[in-house]
């Protein structure tokens, strides 16, 4: 089934219309952006049980450039009677100056468009919106309590869930577009204890569609739980540098937080990142070919169009090895002369547009898992990533990862190694890449922030990859 619109967007749309012809009217350019988001979070354990309001959201942002200036504002509440005052707001905001002393003016060029008129939604099977808090609930403790039992080691277990469903519809002069997405996440963490030392495993699951995805976090109970047992026994990391082999969600984490980033073209107006002196050049492996793209996955970062009103892209950052672009919001490239590549992102409608990432990761190679890992000598199996962080402008790379299974003479030898911190030059790593297996995964039950705000949902992934890394 196709998720529906939202009957508030449908209600309020006469009202857009009218405020649409309103501004363009009066402004060189002007668009309107207006969400209606809703959504659910479940929580379970040991000890507690909850029900509560997700991510919500609902009103409206306009954008106007008029004589090479430019302007946002936005608002919740819509009536007729304030379609004049809506006007009169942003032709104050459109002649203020509110730059810092010494801060040169930019000006814009409107937008070029294309006359666009499209509608779309996502599908699902189950919406998670007809099943009561009870049902949704039973389901979570069924998996705590299924986790608990396994082994007496195991401290508690968690289960979690949620769901989001928004409605966004765009209005220009040009373009008329409206799409209505659902997506779940979720996901399960183990906690065992062993002379008093307590580790823990976290397994998420994620996707379009409704409460049909759980099915892979039943499937995830299991593995979670003998992953925290497996690291009642391991061992602190002896720094070095290793042979790794990364499994899909850990080279999801080095695609996002390693070039990601680092790609971001609002960091090239902003003169914060180096990629842009790497165009043309090769910054990685000639196995590697890097997309990111709200179209060129599909995933919970997936979408029709972008808060600008940009159609959704598959972006090829790096081909064969070389870096060819990044990616953009309208501004960044107004700026910087360049087409926009869907990556307009916003917080919410109250919150500014910057150029984010959707779905990252790196196409898949020939390879077979069980090769690369036989074609070890010495090293790392790197799986768990929990967190990483980059700086665009020195490309530099710092992640978290839970668990390093040691590889001797090609054979996993049960040998364990927690926490690790994976540390190194971007071009570095990715130039050391070798191997790529022959499917690829894409993960995306977290959210990823512009510095340490901004939160939009992202995803990434990718093969199984043998690279040389430094570990700690």
């Given at each position: 089934?196709?998720?529906?619109?939202?009957?508030?967007?449908?209600?309020?749309?006469?009202?857009?219309?009218?405020?649409?012809?309103?501004?363009?009217?009066?402004?060189?350019?002007?668009?309107?952006?207006?969400?209606?988001?809703?959504?659910?979070?479940?929580?379970?354990?040991?000890?507690?049980?909850?029900?509560?309001?997700?991510?919500?959201?609902?009103?409206?942002?306009?954008?106007?450039?008029?004589?090479?200036?430019?302007?946002?504002?936005?608002?919740?509440?819509?009536?007729?009677?304030?379609?004049?005052?809506?006007?009169?707001?942003?032709?104050?905001?459109?002649?203020?100056?509110?730059?810092?002393?010494?801060?040169?003016?930019?000006?814009?060029?409107?937008?070029?468009?294309?006359?666009?008129?499209?509608?779309?939604?996502?599908?699902?099977?189950?919406?998670?919106?007809?099943?009561?808090?009870?049902?949704?609930?039973?389901?979570?403790?069924?998996?705590?309590?299924?986790?608990?039992?396994?082994?007496?080691?195991?401290?508690?277990?968690?289960?979690?869930?949620?769901?989001?469903?928004?409605?966004?519809?765009?209005?220009?002069?040009?373009?008329?577009?409206?799409?209505?997405?659902?997506?779940?996440?979720?996901?399960?963490?183990?906690?065992?204890?062993?002379?008093?030392?307590?580790?823990?495993?976290?397994?998420?699951?994620?996707?379009?569609?409704?409460?049909?995805?759980?099915?892979?976090?039943?499937?995830?109970?299991?593995?979670?739980?003998?992953?925290?047992?497996?690291?009642?026994?391991?061992?602190?990391?002896?720094?070095?540098?290793?042979?790794?082999?990364?499994?899909?969600?850990?080279?999801?984490?080095?695609?996002?937080?390693?070039?990601?980033?680092?790609?971001?073209?609002?960091?090239?107006?902003?003169?914060?990142?180096?990629?842009?002196?790497?165009?043309?050049?090769?910054?990685?492996?000639?196995?590697?070919?890097?997309?990111?793209?709200?179209?060129?996955?599909?995933?919970?970062?997936?979408?029709?169009?972008?808060?600008?009103?940009?159609?959704?892209?598959?972006?090829?950052?790096?081909?064969?090895?070389?870096?060819?672009?990044?990616?953009?919001?309208?501004?960044?490239?107004?700026?910087?002369?360049?087409?926009?590549?869907?990556?307009?992102?916003?917080?919410?409608?109250?919150?500014?547009?910057?150029?984010r990432m959707t779905n990252t990761w790196f196409e898949p190679g020939q390879d077979?898992?069980?090769?690369?890992?036989?074609?070890?000598?010495?090293?790392?199996?790197?799986?768990?990533?929990?967190?990483?962080?980059?700086?665009?402008?020195?490309?530099?790379?710092?992640?978290?990862?839970?668990?390093?299974?040691?590889?001797?003479?090609?054979?996993?030898?049960?040998?364990?190694?927690?926490?690790?911190?994976?540390?190194?030059?971007?071009?570095?790593?990715?130039?050391?890449?070798?191997?790529?297996?022959?499917?690829a995964e894409l993960s995306g039950s977290g959210f990823c922030g512009k510095g340490?705000?901004?939160?939009?949902?992202?995803?990434?992934?990718?093969?199984?990859?043998?690279?040389?890394?430094?570990?700690?």
């Amino acid at each position: 089934m196709k998720v529906q619109p939202s009957a508030f967007i449908v209600e309020k749309r006469p009202l857009l219309l009218q405020l649409r012809d309103a501004l363009c009217a009066e402004f060189d350019y002007a668009s309107i952006l207006a969400e209606d988001t809703v959504g659910k979070y479940y929580r379970v354990s040991r000890h507690s049980v909850s029900a509560d309001e997700g991510d919500t959201a609902r009103g409206f942002v306009v954008k106007a450039l008029d004589k090479g200036r430019y302007a946002e504002y936005s608002f919740s509440v819509l009536t007729a009677e304030a379609i004049p005052e809506i006007v009169e707001a942003v032709r104050q905001l459109l002649a203020a100056d509110v730059r810092p002393a010494g801060l040169a003016a930019n000006t814009y060029d409107p937008p070029r468009e294309e006359p666009t008129v499209f509608s779309g939604a996502t599908d699902y099977e189950l919406d998670p919106a007809d099943c009561s808090d009870g049902e949704i609930l039973d389901r979570l403790t069924a998996l705590r309590d299924r986790g608990l039992a396994m082994d007496g080691a195991v401290l508690d277990f968690v289960a979690w869930m949620s769901w989001q469903r928004y409605t966004k519809l765009f209005l220009s002069r040009e373009k008329d577009m409206t799409q209505s997405v659902m997506y779940l996440t979720g996901g399960v963490t183990a906690a065992a204890m062993k002379d008093q030392e307590v580790k823990q495993a976290y397994l998420p699951c994620s996707g379009l569609g409704g409460m049909e995805l759980m099915a892979a976090m039943e499937e995830n109970v299991a593995p979670c739980v003998r992953t925290a047992l497996d690291l009642l026994h391991s061992e602190s990391m002896i720094p070095g540098t290793y042979e790794c082999i990364c499994d899909p969600e850990t080279t999801g984490m080095i695609v996002h937080e390693a070039f990601g980033h680092g790609v971001e073209m609002d960091m090239f107006v902003k003169d914060r990142a180096q990629a842009p002196q790497f165009i043309g050049k090769y910054v990685a492996s000639p196995l590697v070919t890097m997309h990111d793209g709200a179209s060129s996955a599909r995933q919970t970062a997936t979408y029709f169009f972008d808060d600008e009103g940009t159609l959704a892209h598959d972006t090829v950052v790096i081909d064969k090895g070389v870096l060819r672009t990044g990616i953009s919001d309208l501004q960044s490239a107004l700026a910087l002369g360049t087409e926009p590549t869907g990556n307009g992102r916003r917080e919410s409608f109250a919150r500014k547009a910057y150029t984010r990432m959707t779905n990252t990761w790196f196409e898949p190679g020939q390879d077979k898992l069980e090769d690369m890992i036989a074609s070890v000598k010495y090293g790392m199996y790197l799986q768990c990533p929990s967190s990483g962080m980059e700086d665009p402008k020195n490309w530099g790379i710092q992640c978290m990862v839970d668990i390093a299974r040691e590889i001797k003479d090609g054979k996993l030898t049960g040998r364990i190694f927690s926490p690790v911190v994976l540390t190194g030059y971007v071009p570095d790593l990715l130039r050391s890449i070798t191997a790529m297996s022959d499917g690829a995964e894409l993960s995306g039950s977290g959210f990823c922030g512009k510095g340490h705000k901004e939160w939009v949902k992202v995803s990434d992934g990718g093969p199984y990859i043998k690279a040389t890394i430094r570990l700690g």
